[in-house]
């Protein structure tokens, strides 16, 4: 199969022109196959490429189809034209978004920390975890230090951790916010012991 003689493709330009209902389904049925066997002939353009861009020059002129003149050239080398640009801007979009991902895999492994630091760095977090225990000994005031360190700031979860949830709301907030004031006081005096 080919493009339709030049005299159908006039005709079909000129339904598309007087909306007729079944014009645009014609333009599909035509020439979608046919671009992207055409398009498919470059061999770095995949099979979804070709469809996505046959289909995308295809909307582009059901869309506006006085931009074609009949006079410049013929509608199958208009809509070539434009699937053959889509593909193209497909081709560099794939081409930027493997070398962002290149990169960004590159980023990562050079701050991924080795075996050996990683469990240097657990060791360090179980021993000032206890020493967080040691200064914070009500259960209650570790789960919610903990809750702090995630960055919570939502009252109603502090509440719940510390096991004030049943109070009135004024109260429950003026008591979250004293007990949450003291831990990041004792925790803020830890560290500047640990720093010395």
Known sequence: MSFPPPAEQLSLHRRVLDEDPLSSFDVFDYFVPEL??????????????????????????????QVFDPKRARLSTFLVEIARKRAIDRLRSRAARLTREKKFEVDVDMFRPDANNEMESEIDAISLWRRVQQVLPDVHDQECAKELMKGERDTERLAAVLGLGRMPPTEKRRAVKRRRDRILKTLERMGSKLRQ
Do not use: G, H, V
């Open 36 to 65: 992207r066997r055409f398009l498919l002939k470059n061999s770095a353009i995949d099979d979804d490429i070709a469809y996505d861009s046959a289909i995308d020059a295809i909307f582009t002129y059901i869309r506006k189809p």
